[in-house]
């Protein structure tokens, strides 16, 4: 079993910074890939970005290059997001996720654990 705990969220103006910590247990952190998605009310779940096992290569959504930054900390079992030039549109709840093969994926369906989320809010 592996446990996410999210940390960072909250209340941020336009233009504004924030940074996300995901929190994994256990000691096969360093083998997972991992991902990052959103949910803002009435919309479905989307996906953020991802990294592979290693640190590199990582991928982000169209609507989000250029502003955020995926990294990890294997030592640390920490995954992070940078999150910068923020715009209300980004506000939703973030949720990290964590899937048992070391390549990326984009797709909801492939990945295996989930945490509870934390809010983002971006005001104008």
């Known amino acids: 079993q592996v446990q996410l705990v999210e940390s960072g969220g909250g209340l941020v103006q336009a233009g504004g910074s924030l940074r996300l910590s995901c929190a994994a247990s256990?000691?096969?952190?360093?083998?997972?890939?991992m991902g990052w998605f959103r949910q803002a009310p009435g919309k479905e779940r989307e996906f953020v970005a991802a990294?592979?096992?290693?640190?590199?290569?990582?991928y982000y959504a169209d609507s989000v290059k250029g502003r955020f930054t995926i990294s990890r900390d294997n030592a640390k079992n920490t995954m992070y997001l940078q999150m910068n030039s923020l715009k209300p549109e980004d506000t939703a709840v973030y949720y990290c996720?964590?899937?048992?093969?070391?390549?990326?994926?984009?797709?909801?369906?492939?990945?295996?654990?989930w945490g509870q989320g934390t809010q983002v809010t971006v005001s104008s």
């Open positions: 990294i592979n096992w290693s640190g590199g290569p990582t």
């Open positions: 256990g000691r096969t952190f360093r083998s997972y890939a």
């Open positions: 996720a964590a899937r048992s093969v070391g390549s990326v994926g984009t797709a909801i369906g492939e990945y295996d654990y």
